[in-house]
Nanobody, 123 residues
Framework: VQLVESGGGSVQAGGSLRLSCAAS????????RGWFRQVPGKDREGVAA???????TYAYSVKGRFTISKANAKNTLYLQMNSLKPEETAMYYC??????????????????WGQGTQVTVSS
């Protein structure tokens, strides 16, 4: 399984970015996949997750501003991020599970991880 993120970059506060995560060798199109972020010295935190194509969950801090979605034909995961804040500067990772039960942001449930894409939000 290979997960490759793209779409990171630098943006001013209040701006938007759309992250993509292309999966290869991952046959579980409806299983739980998610986005996480991490800054140096801190634990990786869950941002959003999706299962069964439409069931989603979000971290409280991003609700209403971020949207997770999938393009099933392309086996690609997306994260639309609007109204970005400087404190959301981090490395963003996509990840995948072999779990179809629920949308979860517990890192221990994820066995596959991408290399990450940097998001920098300036004030």
């Amino acid at each position: 399984v290979q997960l490759v993120e793209s779409g990171g970059g630098s943006v001013q506060a209040g701006g938007s970015l759309r992250l993509s995560c292309a999966a290869s060798g991952y046959p579980y199109s409806s299983y739980c996949r998610g986005w996480f972020r991490q800054v140096p010295g801190k634990d990786r935190e869950g941002v959003a997750a999706i299962v069964h194509h439409t069931v989603t969950t979000y971290a409280y801090s991003v609700k209403g501003r971020f949207t997770i979605s999938k393009a099933n034909a392309k086996n690609t995961l997306y994260l639309q991020m609007n109204s970005l804040k400087p404190e959301e500067t981090a490395m963003y990772y996509c990840a995948a599970t072999e779990d179809w039960g629920r949308a979860t942001m517990g890192t221990e449930r994820y066995g596959y991880w991408g290399q990450g894409t940097q998001v920098t939000v300036s004030s």
